[in-house]
C-alpha cells in the first residue's frame, strides 16, 4: 500500500478555551476522498489548519505528503489547496485580480498565472464576471472564485470546507463532479468537511467523526453500517400492507432477521443479499404479488446520525 498522505499520531491542540483536539489518530491515503464530520466544535478547522502547519500541536505528530507540518509549514502549502468556508475575498479587486495575486504569490509566472485563472474561471462559469469587482458578488459567486483560488496551483491534496454552501443546484453538481474528478482520474487527495451528508456519501471513500475533539469513528461507511446494523434493510413493493399471513411466511425463513409491514408492502432485514431472493420466491410461491424488492443499504448519513445518537446518549448517562 503506498504511504499515506496524511498520517497523525497523537495529534493534539488546546486552548485556553478547552483541548480542540485531543490524540488523533487519522491516515488519508493518495487518491482518497475522506469526509471529516462533526458538529460545529469539533475539531475539523482545527484539524486543518494542524496540517497545513498554521497551527503548532501542543503534542503528537503529523506527517503530510511526507513533511512534517509543524517544521514544513511553507512547503506543505505550496502543495496543497485550502478552501475555507468564507471566501475571504479583497472586494475592491476584480475576480481576475483576486485570483492573479495568489497566483503570484503561489509562484506562478504572470502569462501562466493569467492561463490558468481564465481557464478555471471559465470552468466555473464565472468568465464574465472576471473583470468585475467582487464587492457585490453573490455567495455562490464568491463560492467560486475562492474554489479557483484553491485549485489554482493544481495541488495534490485538498482540504475543502462546506465546498457547495451557497451554490444553486447546477454549480453544485458541477463541483461535486469536478471533487470526484480530481479524486479518480487525477489521483488527488481531498478532505471535504461538510454538513451536507448526501453529497459526503456520493464523494467519500472513508469517513471520520469528530466530537468534542476526538475521534470517534474512522473507515469506510459501509464497514461502519455492519458493526452497527445486523443486516441488509430491503423494501418489498406489494399491492397492499403486508399482514399478519405475509409475515409469518418471512419471520420463519433462514437470513431474515425482522419482517414489518410497512404502507407500500414490507421492509425486511437480511443477512446478506442473496436471501432477497428466497424472499421474493416465498411470496410468488404463496401467491402474494411483489412488484419491487429494494435492497437500502445503510449510508453514511445514517452511519453518521446513529454514532451522532449514540455520542447523546453518552453524554446524559
Not at 469517513?207 to 470517534?216: I, K, N, Q
Not at 414490507?266 to 443479499?273: A, K, S, T, W, Y
Request: hydrophobic share 45%.
Amino acid at each position: 500500500m503506498a504511504a499515506a498522505a496524511i498520517q497523525t499520531v497523537q495529534l493534539t491542540r488546546r486552548f485556553p478555551s478547552g483541548t480542540a483536539l485531543d490524540r488523533l489518530d487519522l491516515e488519508v491515503f493518495p487518491g482518497e476522498v475522506l469526509a471529516l464530520l462533526g458538529p460545529n466544535g469539533a475539531g475539523k478547522t482545527t484539524t486543518i489548519r494542524l496540517l497545513n502547519g498554521v497551527l503548532q500541536p501542543d503534542s503528537g505528530s503529523a506527517r503530510v505528503l511526507g513533511l512534517d507540518p509543524a517544521v514544513d509549514g511553507h512547503a506543505i502549502r505550496q502543495r496543497t489547496g485550502v478552501l475555507t468556508e468564507n471566501a475571504g475575498l479583497d472586494d475592491r479587486l476584480t475576480a481576475r485580480e483576486n485570483l492573479e495575486v495568489v497566483a503570484r504569490i503561489r509562484g506562478l509566472k504572470p502569462a501562466v498565472a493569467h492561463e490558468r485563472v481564465g481557464e478555471l474561471l471559465e470552468r466555473f462559469d464565472m468568465g464574465e464576471r472576471a473583470d468585475v469587482a467582487v464587492q457585490g458578488a453573490s455567495t455562490g459567486q464568491r463560492k467560486r472564485i475562492a474554489l479557483v483560488r484553491a485549485l489554482l496551483h493544481d495541488p495534490e491534496l485538498l482540504f475543502l470546507d462546506e465546498p457547495t454552501s451557497g451554490l444553486d443546484p447546477a454549480a453544485t453538481r458541477d463541483v461535486i463532479e469536478l471533487i470526484s474528478s480530481l479524486a479518480t482520474e487525477h489521483g488527488r487527495t481531498v478532505v471535504l468537511c461538510t454538513h451536507f451528508l448526501g453529497e459526503a456519501g456520493r464523494l467519500a471513500d472513508r469517513m471520520a467523526v469528530l466530537h468534542r475533539g476526538t475521534l470517534r469513528a474512522a473507515g469506510r461507511p459501509a464497514e461502519l453500517a455492519a458493526e452497527m446494523w445486523q443486516g441488509l434493510p430491503t423494501d418489498i413493493e406489494l399491492a397492499a400492507p403486508a399482514d399478519a399471513r405475509v409475515l409469518g411466511l418471512l419471520r420463519p425463513l433462514d437470513g431474515v432477521i425482522t419482517a414489518e409491514s410497512t404502507p407500500t408492502g414490507l421492509r425486511v432485514e437480511v443477512g446478506h443479499r442473496d436471501v432477497i431472493a428466497r424472499v421474493v420466491r416465498t411470496l410468488v410461491d404463496a401467491s402474494v404479488d411483489v412488484f419491487a424488492a429494494t435492497p437500502q443499504p445503510h449510508t453514511l448519513e445514517d452511519v453518521y446520525f446513529a454514532i451522532e445518537a449514540q455520542l447523546e446518549i453518552e453524554s446524559i448517562s
